[in-house]
């Protein structure tokens, strides 16, 4: 599995940015792809993740941004979005894509996308 992410940008409070991540390969029943995030000296979060489980599916959100950010998944493409509104200086990091199957131990992370909001 391969992932390509895209999207990121400078943008002003308030504003809006898609950011989005196709994989290639993969195909297991039970998936989840995500967005991670990581700002100067802090820890990677989760941000929202995706989780397809047969023809259905579950999202998860963090706090910070549950209301404000939206995943959304293509699924003949393969691809996952992250829809940001309202977006907020706090947001500014480095987000990367993720893609994994637990029952498969795989665990595959894209190239980081910068995302800078000013003030």
């Known amino acids: 599995v391969q992932l390509q992410a895209s999207g990121g940008g400078l943008v002003q409070a308030g504003g809006s940015l898609r950011l989005s991540c196709a994989a290639s390969?993969?195909?297991?029943?039970?998936?989840?792809m995500g967005w991670y995030r990581q700002a100067p000296g802090k820890e990677r979060e989760l941000v929202a993740s995706h989780t397809k489980v047969g023809s259905g599916s579950t999202t998860n959100y963090a706090d910070s941004v549950q209301g404000r950010f939206t995943i959304s998944k293509d699924n003949a493409k393969n691809t996952v979005y992250l829809q940001m509104n309202n977006l907020k200086p706090e947001d500014t990091a480095v987000y990367y894509c993720n893609y994994r199957v637990f029952s498969l131990n795989l665990n595959v992370w894209g190239q980081g996308t910068l995302v800078t909001v000013s003030s």
């Open positions: 390969g993969g195909g297991a029943s039970v998936t989840t």
